[in-house]
Nanobody, 115 residues
Framework: QVQLAESGGGLVQAGGSLRLSCAAS????????MGWYRQGPGKQRELVCR???????NYIDSVKGRFTISRDNSKNTVYLQMNSLKPEDTGVYYC?????????WGQGTQVTVSS
């Protein structure tokens, strides 16, 4: 079965950096687009960024220039490098892959940015 396991979250001061990882299993990793979502306190889950199987990327405006998504197909892992973190980046970050009409999620990793 498909499994996604996020890691790398934590507590960081504003302006700091974190690198999230998501290890995938049970899928043909290199053939799938992967996404990072987040859900802040009292907010709906939102798409943060996405990387296609051809390494094309897109980001929401609020993270452009600060976050970078990448993938290592040899390790079945997608990464999210987050720099210049802001308190509004606080939330649970989830890895996502879609196969047809089914969407798979990891358990999430907490990112807390203190001011």
């Amino acid at each position: 079965q498909v499994q996604l396991a996020e890691s790398g979250g934590g507590l960081v001061q504003a302006g700091g950096s974190l690198r999230l990882s998501c290890a995938a299993s049970g899928i043909f990793f290199s053939g799938n687009a992967m996404g990072w979502y987040r859900q802040g306190p009292g907010k709906q889950r939102e798409l943060v960024c996405r990387i296609t199987r051809n390494d094309n990327t897109n980001y929401i405006d609020s993270v452009k220039g600060r976050f970078t998504i990448s993938r290592d197909n040899s390790k079945n892992t997608v990464y999210l490098q987050m720099n210049s973190l802001k308190p509004e980046d606080t939330g649970v970050y989830y890895c996502n892959v879609e196969r047809g009409v089914i969407s798979y999620w990891g358990q999430g990793t907490q990112v807390t940015v203190s001011s």
